[in-house]
């Protein structure tokens, strides 16, 4: 099972980066996927999830109307749309298979993989 994020980067306060999740060696279209992002010295936060299908989504109070989820199963991948970008978003990101949906949100999870950093400059 290997998760990798991409897509990261420097951005100024207000703007948008896009993230991609690639998934191998698992059916990604099986799996509700989550994004979690760490910063130094903060704890881990659950930012968004999305369902097998993708027709339920859920986001934390800090991203929710900024931060968009989608999921292409046919390309094995998940992205974070992120908008309206704020100092305080400033982590790294990483995608995540979470143990179920009702935890999809938890900073825990059965297998993440590497992150990709975003820095927003204010």
């Known amino acids: 099972v290997q998760l990798v994020a991409s897509g990261g980067g420097l951005v100024q306060a207000g703007g948008s980066l896009r993230l991609s999740c690639a998934a191998s060696g698992f059916t990604l279209g099986y799996y509700a996927i989550s994004w979690f992002r760490q910063a130094p010295g903060k704890e881990r936060e659950g930012v968004s999830c999305?369902?097998?299908?993708?027709?339920?989504?859920k986001y934390a109070d800090s991203v929710k109307g900024r931060f968009t989820i989608s999921r292409d199963n046919a390309k094995n991948t998940v992205y974070l749309h992120m908008n309206s970008l704020k100092p305080e978003d400033a982590a790294v990101y990483y995608c995540a298979r979470p143990s179920s949906w009702a935890t999809c949100l938890s900073p825990r999870y059965d297998y993440w993989g590497q992150g990709t950093q975003v820095t927003v400059s204010s």
């Open positions: 999305i369902s097998t299908s993708g027709g339920n989504t």
